[in-house]
Each structure stands twice: as structure tokens, then as C-alpha cells.
């Protein structure tokens, strides 16, 4: 079975500080993903990696980056947390090509106070 | 107009009926698409995918997929009060690598 797992299920932080969300998956996909889920809203997607070191924007990058050293690891940083970033961060992964299911981690329910 | 919509409900169907989920897409190049469900709180989990016209059953789920007129289904057969959640329909688009979703439908199975 494929596992995404995430660091945490909940979190409280407080505005400024810098928050760091990680991604772990064990079926050595290529594709990383973060979305950010609100209601009414839908799930949108944050950024995105197709490789090591490799980072693309999705459709609400602003105040969020991320790194991937390494295959199996993806982390979203919020540089400088703000209230409007409260939010359910959703991890996902599937392997390369435009026809392949994708996995979600269990979310991690961020609070910014 | 969205590249993949659904009607987000909520849809309440009687314990033991035929719930039927619907899903049109605006991409005609999709060709790959999934039904994922949601607790409400927890995150989504894949329950189906489809890539040929036709319907494709898994237990109590049937995906149907017709390409002429665009558009997925998923039906649930004897629902049940478990079943109760968002379902999501996600296909790929732009002829690349996106999965896109739609916003869900909130499905409620009643006693």
C-alpha cells in the first residue's frame, strides 16, 4: 500500500513565526504535491515537485516555499505565518505521467493565532 | 466555465438506496479519472478510477465514464449511513501532468 505520511495532525503557531511542514512518501513516486483545503473553497494547489530538487508554482504559492532534497521528502514552509494561512495542508504524491492515481497524506491542520 | 464541476449538494438518499454522483468535465483530452471520498475532517482517499468509456464496478461502486458527452459517475449501490461524506472527481487535464478536482458533493445517507 502507499503511505504519505505527515509530520504532524495539528498545530498551533503564532503569527511570524516559521512554520515547517513535512512529507513523507515510501513508494518512491516522482511527483510531490501541497494543497491547502477551505471550505467552499476546494483543494488548491500550493507547489509542486516532479523531482529532486525540482519546484513549480501551483495557484497560491504566495507565502509559502518548499524543498526537496531528497525523493522521498517534500516540506512547505510558511516563511512568516498570518492568520489567513489557518488551513487544512493536504500532502499527496503519484508516480510520473499524466494517467496515474494520486495519494494523500492524513492533512495537517494548521491554526494561526 | 470549471474544468472539472460538480453539484456540491448536499444529495440525501434513504439507508439501502442508489446514490448517484455526477461529474462533467471540459477537457475533451482527459482521458484518466478517479473518485476520491472525504470524511469531513479527514483527508481524501481514493476509492475509484476509470480510463476506458464504460462502467467499472468495485463492490457497491460503479464509475461510469462517457467521453462523448464528457462526463463521470460514480454510483453507490445499498448505501449506507458510513458512505456519508464529500465525493471527489478529479481528472487530468491540459493534456499534461494536472489533476485537476472539482469542489466535491456532500453526500448524506439517512436512516
Known amino acids: 500500500d502507499v503511505k504519505v505520511t505527515q509530520s504532524s495532525r495539528y498545530l498551533v503557531k503564532r503569527t511570524g513565526e516559521k512554520v515547517f511542514l513535512e512529507c513523507v512518501q515510501d513508494m518512491d513516486h516522482e511527483n510531490m504535491f501541497w494543497y491547502r483545503q477551505d471550505p467552499g473553497l476546494g483543494l488548491r494547489l500550493i507547489y509542486f515537485s516532479y523531482d529532486v530538487k525540482m519546484k513549480e508554482k501551483g495557484d497560491i504559492p504566495e507565502g509559502y516555499s518548499v524543498s526537496r532534497e531528497k525523493k522521498e521528502r517534500f516540506s512547505l514552509i510558511l516563511e512568516s505565518a498570518s492568520t489567513n494561512q489557518t488551513s487544512m495542508y493536504l500532502c499527496?504524491?503519484?508516480?510520473?505521467?499524466?494517467?496515474?492515481?494520486?495519494?494523500f497524506g492524513p492533512g495537517t491542520r494548521l491554526t494561526v493565532t | 466555465q470549471k474544468e472539472v464541476e460538480q453539484n456540491s449538494g448536499p444529495l440525501s438518499v434513504p439507508e439501502g438506496a442508489i446514490a448517484s454522483l455526477n461529474c462533467t468535465y471540459s477537457?475533451?483530452?482527459?482521458?484518466?479519472f478517479f473518485w476520491y471520498r472525504q470524511y469531513s475532517g479527514k483527508s481524501p482517499e481514493l476509492i475509484m478510477f476509470i480510463y476506458s468509456n464504460g462502467d467499472k464496478e468495485d463492490g457497491r461502486f460503479t464509475a461510469q465514464l462517457n467521453k462523448a458527452s464528457q462526463y463521470v459517475s460514480l454510483l453507490i449501490r445499498d448505501s449506507q449511513p458510513s458512505d456519508s461524506a464529500t465525493y471527489l472527481c478529479?481528472?487530468?487535464?491540459?493534456?499534461?501532468?494536472?489533476?485537476?478536482f472539482g469542489t466535491g458533493t456532500q453526500l448524506k445517507v439517512e436512516l
Open positions: 499527496a504524491s503519484r508516480r510520473e505521467g499524466g494517467r496515474f492515481e494520486q495519494y
Open positions: 477537457d475533451r483530452g482527459s482521458q484518466s
Open positions: 478529479a481528472a487530468y487535464t491540459g493534456g499534461g501532468n494536472k489533476l485537476t
